[in-house]
């Protein structure tokens, strides 16, 4: 039997490690396997998917992936400082995140990142926003999808469905 090798309509586990390109700096490493219908409605960057075409199982892919190819760019209008005392006191350290709504109801997620004396800055933008990155992904496992995962494009586990 020919070994298995990741195209539409297969299931894929992979591992993978980001870089920021800029100083090579280690920013995620997912050890344990993530599960990916390729080609489905919910996978990976086009450009992963693109580069892990055909590849089997302990193949790996090194895909640099430009800001526009992933968390987008960083937009200024989402940093927003304000005087410290109008920040509940729960959220007045780096690193804090509170979840606030936009004119349009859909959820935002602000992180403290800067703090001094008198005042605080959130920021909206996805940590990785604005980066240039790399991504190392390795191919853990290859098998054929359900009917259910083709019909919805996504693995059953993203689903709940066991």
């Known amino acids: 039997?020919?070994?298995?090798?990741?195209a539409r309509g297969k299931v894929v586990s992979v591992t993978y490690t980001i870089r920021d390109q800029a100083d090579d700096n280690l920013l995620e490493a997912i050890e344990v396997p993530v599960?990916?219908?390729?080609?489905?409605r919910v996978g990976l960057y086009e450009k992963i998917e693109a580069a892990l075409e055909g590849k089997a199982v302990g193949d790996g892919v090194e895909v640099?992936?430009?800001?526009?190819?992933?968390?987008g760019p960083r937009d200024p209008d989402?940093?927003?400082?304000?005087?410290?005392?109008?920040?509940p006191p729960d959220f007045r350290r780096l690193g804090a995140q509170a979840e606030f709504h936009n004119?349009?109801?859909e959820a935002v997620t602000m992180t403290v990142t800067h703090?001094?004396?008198?005042t605080i800055t959130l920021d909206g933008n996805h940590p990785l926003a604005g980066?240039?990155?790399?991504?190392?992904?390795?191919?853990?496992?290859?098998?054929?999808?359900?009917p259910q995962e083709l019909m919805?494009?996504?693995?059953?586990?993203?689903?709940?469905?066991?």
Not at 1 to 6: C, F, G, I, R, Y
Not at 78 to 87: A, K, M, R, Y
Request: hydrophobic fraction near 45%; glycine fraction near 10%; charge should be negative.
């Open 152 to 162: 919805v494009g996504e693995v059953a586990q993203a689903q709940g469905l066991h």
């Open 64 to 71: 640099l992936l430009h800001p526009e190819d992933a968390f």
């Open 78 to 87: 989402l940093t927003f400082t304000d005087v410290i005392e109008n920040v």
């Open 103 to 105: 004119e349009e109801g």
């Open 115 to 118: 703090l001094d004396a008198g």
């Open 1 to 6: 039997m020919a070994e298995p090798k990741v």
């Open 35 to 40: 599960d990916y219908l390729h080609g489905g």
């Open 131 to 146: 980066k240039n990155l790399i991504f190392a992904v390795r191919v853990a496992a290859i098998r054929d999808a359900t």
